[in-house]
């Protein structure tokens, strides 16, 4: 009877579901084959004839391998850097624009700010050669101005990270503070009412109100950040990384890339992103409990 | 109206500057494509206008057949790409937002893992490879042609629409796909405009595939070629325009400003569309609440 009247609504809804095919082929063939396609992880890719199995050998070159460790590492490194130097970018940007009442000059900052998120980052290391260029670029005409000596910034193993870092802010950090001052705009007006009657300036409204009551989106967005950790931003890396400062911003996507599709090396590069997928999971995985048990709140 | 306190002004001062931190190096760039060869040795970085003035540069870079072919291929696959794109995930939205079906809840748990799990660069690659794309503007128009975070962004103005205009459509008989087609998509038009706007922007941006899938450069995007100019610094293919200019002219030129000419030509659209992208991408980015 049951039975029966589940396979009325499978007919009665077939237009549906003919819908919908178009989707779940796509999703199958792009998403679900790749996915069973991460097992190569674990075989020997041959070109004809089927892969064979071999276990963990993959995986044992990769950690007895001093270039995978040293990509490991700088993957480590450029993404701690990104939380600590970028991250807070943002966030004080928001609290500033907040203190910029509606009108034209706000809406110029806006428009300028989230301008370089929408370019490529081929765009990006277009602008930013050009601006650290040794000959002319713009910031080395300041340098000049204070009696520095020009410096060559996209080959000095010194200060590439810091390119990254502070490249970075400036393609995302205007962008990124929409969703800071979206919150913002959700606090209760009364609470700033209160404070204004109580002779609050509005330092202390931003101290006392605004900012603890931006907490929680901070630590969500913190969370969600840390579950891309082992990213480190492939894009920007693969377009900026060269001969000189290779050995301090190859990260594992590039690595992966590298050996992967310009030397062939399907199963081991496969290992090695199976290997940042495990840990991004699982770096998801407990920054989601952790937040959990301190605030009460997840991220699902 | 506040008053012009220190702290107001140190404020507006602090974001002028940010703003210009951005706005200068473009500038210099604009400036760089659009002066004259023989002077550009004494533009300065900072530099927001041109010394003297000459259109050779972007002579030079529209009479170059690699770039306009490139420009065309990238206006190809991000138009064939955008409307393939819109139709499948709205069609896929209508059905999960405003229908209910037996499995409906698995289809969203599948999208859901979907999400959250990336393959990784090599399965990929070696899927494409296999299903014979490799060469083909299908690699990039096909690989991304729902993207599932958008799907649940669409579904939310989905929901929107009332349910009254649907029950009238439906009390006239009308089936599922003509309520999607006649009414859903034209009482949609902002949320399309919205995801249009984002998948455009993907496709336009996208270099890393067309990099790794298309060998024949003559099927380039503007990207890939604006990458091998600027970032591998590869002029070869660049500088095939002496017969439109003088044995002068092109000893003239200048490598910098032809690269800044390309990162402009990459930018236009952009501009041109950017009033309309900051009224409607902002909402979007804010109707999915994450950062993509």
Known sequence: MKEKR???????????????????????????????????????????????????????????????????????????????????????????INEVRNGPFRKYVQSVIYLPHFLSWVVITGVWISLLSPVDGGINVIRNFFQLPSLDYMTSKDHIRWVLVISETWRSAGWDSIIYLAAIMKISP??????????????????????????????????????????????????????SVISVIDILDTYVYRIGILNGQYAYATAASLFKGVIGVILILSTHFISKKVSGKGVW | MKKLTWTTAIIYGILFLVSLSILIPILNLLAMSFSDPLRVHELKGLDI???????????????????????????????????LNLFLTAMAAYVLARTNFVGKRLVILFLIVIMVFEPGLIPEYLLVKDLGLLDSYLSLILYKAINVFYLFILMRFFEDVPDSILEAARIDGAGHFKIFTKIMLPLSKPGLATLGLFYAIYHWNEYFRATIYLTDPNKWPLQVVLRQFVVERDN????????????????????????????????????????????????????????D
């Not at chain 2, 690699?66 to 138009?79: C, E, M, P």
Request: without cysteine; proline residues 4%.
């Open chain 1, 6 to 96: 589940l396979w009325f609504q499978i007919k009665r809804d077939w237009v549906l579901y003919a819908m919908l095919l178009p989707a779940l082929v796509y999703f199958s063939i792009f998403h679900v084959i790749p996915l069973i396609g991460m097992k190569l992880a674990f075989q020997d890719y041959r070109i004809i004839g089927d892969n064979v199995w071999v276990g963990l050998k993959h995986f044992n070159v990769l950690f007895s391998s001093p270039a995978f460790l040293d990509v490991l590492k700088n993957t480590i490194i450029i993404s701690s850097m990104k939380i600590i130097f970028f991250f807070p970018v943002p966030i004080i940007l928001s609290l500033i």
């Open chain 1, 190 to 243: 009364g609470l700033y009412e209160a404070a204004k009657i109580d002779g609050a300036t509005s330092l202390q409204q931003m101290r006392y109100i605004t900012i603890p009551e931006l907490l929680s989106t901070v630590v969500t967005v913190f969370i969600l950040n840390l579950g891309f950790f082992m990213n480190a931003g492939f894009d920007q890396v693969f377009n900026m990384i060269n001969d």
């Open chain 2, 49 to 83: 206008f041109p010394k003297g003035f000459s259109l050779i540069n972007y002579e030079v870079l529209f009479s170059n057949p690699l770039i306009v072919r490139s420009i065309f291929n990238s206006l190809f696959i991000t138009a064939a790409g955008t409307a």
């Open chain 2, 236 to 291: 070869t293919s660049l500088l095939g325009a002496q017969n439109v200019l003088s044995y002068e002219q092109v000893a003239a030129l200048d490598f910098g400003s032809l690269q800044a000419g390309t990162i402009i030509i990459s930018m236009v659209p952009l501009l041109v569309f950017y009033p309309i992208i900051l009224k409607y991408y902002a909402k979007g980015a804010l109707e999915g609440g994450v950062k």
